[in-house]
């Protein structure tokens, strides 16, 4: 009986959790800007975060406010890479050359896999786009989600090295800029359900068959006492 109860449990825990996903997220801006991003300034603005659960990163996004003077940036591209602490050592997903000109916010739907505790850096670039043009600067803002570790930039010649910056000595009100990300947990296989189901089945038909077991062995000793009584009676 106690298995069949557990079985049982497991079974409506299934059907009654949905699976929900993570958002983590900065706090409130505090009315600085980060300048300059563009082509031909820093071209490398992000965040580093750490993963708060395993799972798809869905998405994130990341804010770029029009410059105080000049054309805005034309062209950029989001990506997210493992971080090694100081840089990159690769790409793990990059978007495609998007148009910058009319947005401020720029969402990416990445669907990367991610590990529990691990640092990541999502990022806006124009690294390597000779067409782009024009700058922007980046809103910041408090720190929000404890898993949001700090704004990074890079005005490096090579976006695969050790020389990006991360101003975590800075003024706190500095480290962080406007993010936003979104993770999903990892799903449960589809079987598993049914699987728990079909346990609870067995442990509900193994329960019926122990239970009519013992209500027949009952009827037989029952019977033969009767046997026996009336048999002696006879006998008398």
């Given amino acids: 009986m106690k298995k069949l109860a557990i079985a049982c449990a497991l079974t409506a825990a299934f059907a009654a959790s949905p699976v929900r ?6 706090g409130a801006l505090t009315g600085g800007e980060w300048a300059v991003f563009g082509p031909q300034a820093t071209q490398i603005y992000g965040e580093v975060f750490t993963a ?4 798809n990163l869905s998405s994130f996004t990341l804010y770029l406010d ?4 000049g054309d805005r940036v034309s062209a950029l591209y989001g990506a997210v890479s493992t971080w090694n602490g100081a840089g990159i050592n690769s790409i ?10 009319s947005s401020t916010s720029f969402t990416f739907s990445p669907n990367l896999s991610v590990t529990a505790g691990q640092q990541y850096v999502a990022f806006l670039s124009a690294y390597g786009l000779p067409s782009s043009f024009g700058i922007g600067q980046m809103p910041i803002a408090a720190q929000g989600s404890s ?4 704004f990074t930039f890079c ?8 020389a990006w910056s991360w101003p975590a000595s800075a003024t706190p009100a500095f480290n962080w800029v406007e993010f936003s990300a979104t993770i ?35 009827a037989d000793v029952q019977k033969s006492t009767f046997d026996e009584g009336g048999l002696t009676k006879s006998m008398g």
């Fill in 147 to 150: 898993f949001i570790d700090g």
């Fill in 52 to 55: 708060p659960i395993s799972g």
């Fill in 155 to 162: 005005g490096c010649n090579s976006i695969f090295t050790s």
């Fill in 66 to 69: 029009p410059p105080n003077f």
């Fill in 21 to 26: 996903a993570t958002t983590i997220s900065t």
């Fill in 92 to 101: 793990a997903w990059q978007s495609s050359t998007i148009s910058a000109a």
């Fill in 184 to 218: 999903d947990p990892t799903p449960l296989p589809a079987a598993l359900p049914l699987f728990a189901t079909g346990i609870g089945g067995l442990g509900l038909l193994g329960w019926r068959r122990k239970r009519a077991f013992r209500w027949g062995l009952k």
